[in-house]
């Protein structure tokens, strides 16, 4: 069963005969299995019939805008990355007033709003932070420079590789923006984008291990972390839940590191958009938020339930706070197509930097000139 089908079937009728149970709300989201459990238990609590259904977080953007355009079988509302919203803003329908002066936390705030109008519910906010052992003392500064020299403080013969990074464009923004590049065609004409390649690519094989096979990221970090293999890690909140060791873990932050998170919007499309706004103000309530931080230790939008939160999303919560959202354009979501290999070719061996950016380059004044 596909995990955004047990919302469905745990609250409706499954199966043979007509269903004599409320119509159900037609939600399309991008929750892990886990989290659709709690949202699944959560909603019966309260009554709320949810027709659910999953869509891949690598391919969200693309698969909602095609059913957005289609008119068919359209959502009553969406959990959406909030890099989607720019794209997809002209297909969705305003929040109304008793959702935005929720207490929402500014950080929060600022993910739904675009062009002087709310356009969701703030249901998450993530982005970068450095996950460390309790035992490693914190780096002299946010900076990546003294963050990496923490790293390589915490070398031994049994933890060649302390430095937990990923080979992904979004982990290369804050060397990007420590050069006065950033994640936009516009930033990245100087020699600033050269350098940070040269330098994130460089870590690997040294301070950070060699990179797993694509794919194989996620379990290959935990697996790292499991074994103390990581002294400090690269990481999102996303990953919290998954650690068993909160008394192990400690928080700080990254300077220029990106910083993102969840909406909930109802296209213009939905049939029944009240009730859409419905289910986003339940998943976005104080009551379901700090379950959803007790469970996760993700960070809630919410003030209240930010501070009825665990210490551990607190501590994510405030090491965020100096993070800057990406570039707010419909292309960039996309602007990792084209970064994403560049950046694996240089870490393999196969490409210099100057090759790779070069590539980049013309990927996105493509990709930016298509958006006119």
């Not at 990923?166 to 990007?176: C, E, I, K, T």
Request: hydrophobic share 45%.
């Amino acid at each position: 069963m596909r995990p955004g089908l047990a919302i469905a079937c745990a609250l409706t009728a499954c199966g043979g005969g007509e269903s004599t149970g409320p119509v159900p709300i037609r939600f399309l989201h991008t929750f892990s299995a886990d989290e659709t459990e709690l949202v699944n238990q959560a909603m019966q609590e309260r009554g709320l019939a949810v027709d659910g259904s999953l869509v891949p977080f690598a391919r969200g953007q693309q698969v909602i805008r095609e059913i957005l355009n289609a008119k068919e079988a359209c959502p009553d509302v969406i959990r959406i990355d909030a890099t989607w919203l720019p794209g997809l803003r002209a297909q969705l329908l305003p929040a109304p007033a008793e959702l935005t002066s929720l207490d929402w936390t500014p950080e929060a705030a600022a993910l739904a709003q675009l062009g002087g109008a709310w356009w969701g519910a703030p249901q998450a906010v993530d982005g970068l932070i450095v996950v460390r052992d309790a035992a490693s003392p914190p780096p002299a500064s946010a900076s990546i420079d003294d963050l990496v020299a923490a790293a390589r403080a915490a070398r031994s013969e049994g933890r060649r590789h302390p430095l937990g990074l990923r080979v992904d464009g979004y982990w290369l923004v804050p060397w990007l923006r420590a050069e006065r590049a950033d994640l936009a065609a516009r930033a990245i004409t100087g020699d600033g984008a050269t350098r940070a390649v040269a330098k994130f690519a460089s870590l690997f094989g040294d301070v950070a291990s060699p990179p797993p096979a694509a794919g194989a990221e996620t379990p290959d970090e935990l697996r790292r972390w499991n074994s103390h293999d990581v002294a400090y890690w690269i990481t999102g909140p996303w990953q919290l839940g998954a650690l068993h060791d909160p008394e192990r873990v400690a928080v700080s932050p990254i300077a220029g590191a990106p910083r993102g998170g969840q909406l909930l919007v109802v296209p213009t499309c939905a049939k029944r958009p009240d009730q859409g706004w419905r289910l986003a103000a339940e998943l976005a309530s104080v009551a379901v938020e700090t379950r959803f931080a007790q469970r996760f230790s993700t960070i809630p939008t919410r003030q209240a339930a930010l501070a009825a939160a665990p210490p551990l999303s607190r501590a994510a919560s405030e090491a965020l706070r100096s993070a800057e959202m990406l570039p707010r354009e419909p292309v960039t979501p996309l602007l990792f197509d084209d970064l994403n290999p560049a950046l694996a070719a240089v870490v393999d061996g196969h490409a210099t930097p100057e090759e790779a950016i070069e590539g980049v380059r013309r990927g996105w004044a493509r990709l930016t000139r298509g958006a006119k």
